[in-house]
């Protein structure tokens, strides 16, 4: 829904307004996937949780996203989004209101686009190609992984010192006419007297070909140690792509990540993923994918009871664990219209060795099955 900015206008001087936003829109949408899903091993006595959890494929939002032609090609741009749980209707981040999107910038078919605010790493932008099943082409519009389930794991690779998003980031993105998409991202610290203190750095390239797309990402992070104020230096770098050929799309990627963990030592985690998705002619798709995370030496939080997640602050860890974790996904969409569809979803989890996983309460699998209904606005 696009409403003219003209409306600005019933608050005086309306020829002046009116000549300023005569190229502006705000465009108001939003997304709701509702989720009913069952769980087993959902406590320590392993027994099965049925709930109305967090939305399994797609965080819930409401946003505003705007555009004014600057003129030469030339244009400012922002976005605001905000998440909210479906089944209760409170905030998904409590306090905060727009935790998904944040940022004001400016865009031009010269220079690219760049974005100063709260946004996705530039990593996880370029790895959603091949994250998971359900990824898209590279493009200067922010891209996403699978919402909340056992198999959303690797876009923790992807991550920031405040997480999957920047908070304080800047972003630069182009998309070259030969089909090379290109970025830079760089977080600041805001923490006066160590400038590197929670920065990260980012930078990425890839490709869009007629039936194939290839992209990777470098990244470092200097996550700050909330015992001693000093940080600690997390990198990753990834590769991996899409092949798509008549009604299949696969992809494959590789994830490699190391963290300095103080006295703990140093983590390495190596992780690779295949998937594909199947899109018949009708109203049924079908996706299925593999993932496994080899984690050596990684710090469990403070309570032993899980494997701390990538870009994560291990200052207040006392142990580390080496082992894996290896899920198996699938799903199937039924598309009632171009924006609402049904989904039925199934992941099986299973941990060896020293890896844990909080939600599996000491067991070493895990599996969800999920229903679900999706529509846009």
Known sequence: ???????LAVLGTMGSVNAAYAQSNVTIYGLIDATISTVNHADSNGDRLTSIPVAWFSGNRIGFR???????????????EAEFVVGTGEMDTPGVLFNRDAWVGLQDNTFGQITLGRQNTLARDFSQVYGDAYGSKLGLEEGGYTNNNNFKQLIFYSGSATGTRYDNGLVWKKVFSNGIVAGLGYQFGETAGAFSRNTTKSAAI????SNFVVSGFV?????????????????????????????????????????????????????YT????????????????????????????????????AYADASASTATGSGNKKTLYGSTFYHLSKRTELYVAADYMKLSDGYRVGSANGFKNQTEFALGMRTRF
């Open 1 to 7: 829904m696009k409403k003219s900015l003209l409306a």
């Open 219 to 271: 990244n470092e992070a200097d996550v700050g140690n909330g015992i001693s104020n000093s940080t600690e230096k997390h990198k990753s770098y990834s590769l991996g792509g899409s092949y798509i050929f008549d009604l299949v799309r696969l992809n494959a990627g590789y994830f490699h990540y190391t963290a300095e963990q103080g006295a703990l030592g140093q983590r390495k985690d190596n992780a």
């Open 66 to 80: 705007g555009a004014e032609d600057l003129g030469s090609g030339l244009k400012a741009i922002f976005k605001l």
């Open 274 to 309: 295949v998937s594909a998705k199947f899109t018949p002619q009708g109203s049924f798709d079908y996706e299925i994918g593999y993932q496994v995370m080899k984690a050596d030496n990684a710090a469990y939080n403070a309570a032993g009871t899980s494997t701390l997640s």
């Open 206 to 209: 890839g490709y869009n070909g």
